[in-house]
């Protein structure tokens, strides 16, 4: 079964930048496409940013185009999250997640997640 573990989360000053690790065990991440998820205070989980199995291509929320940069380490067993000129909004706990599906999705149509890492923006 895969599991999955975020870190990488803090506190960052707004503008400023962050990188999330998603690192993956008990399978390898060739046969999964993954995502990232937030969830802010009194909101539902959204999808912020996925990664195909296939081909690598990449998928962006609204909010997340031009700013981060989902990738993948396959050696590494590892997806990132890059997230730069992070604003107050960005705030919440991110989560990734993996289904054994060569297309990804931003919606919550996944198999596995880690339990997620917190990220707070404010000076």
């Known amino acids: 079964q895969l599991q999955l573990a975020e870190s990488g989360g803090g506190l960052v000053q707004p503008g400023g930048s962050l990188r999330l690790s998603c690192a993956a065990s008990?399978?390898?991440?060739?046969?999964?496409?993954i995502g990232w998820f937030r969830q802010a205070p009194g909101k539902e989980r959204e999808g912020v940013a996925c990664?195909?199995?296939?081909?690598?291509?990449?998928y962006y929320a609204d909010p997340a185009k031009g700013r981060f940069t989902i990738s993948r380490d396959n050696g590494k067993n590892t997806v990132y999250l890059q997230m730069n000129s992070v604003k107050p909004e960005d705030t919440a706990v991110y989560y990734c997640?993996?289904?054994?599906?060569?297309?990804?999705?931003?919606?919550?149509?996944?198999?596995?997640w880690g339990q997620g890492t917190q990220v707070t923006v404010s000076s």
């Open positions: 008990g399978f390898s991440l060739d046969y999964y496409s």
């Open positions: 990664i195909m199995r296939s081909d690598g291509n990449t």
């Open positions: 997640a993996g289904r054994r599906s060569s297309i990804c999705v931003l919606s919550n149509d996944y198999d596995y």
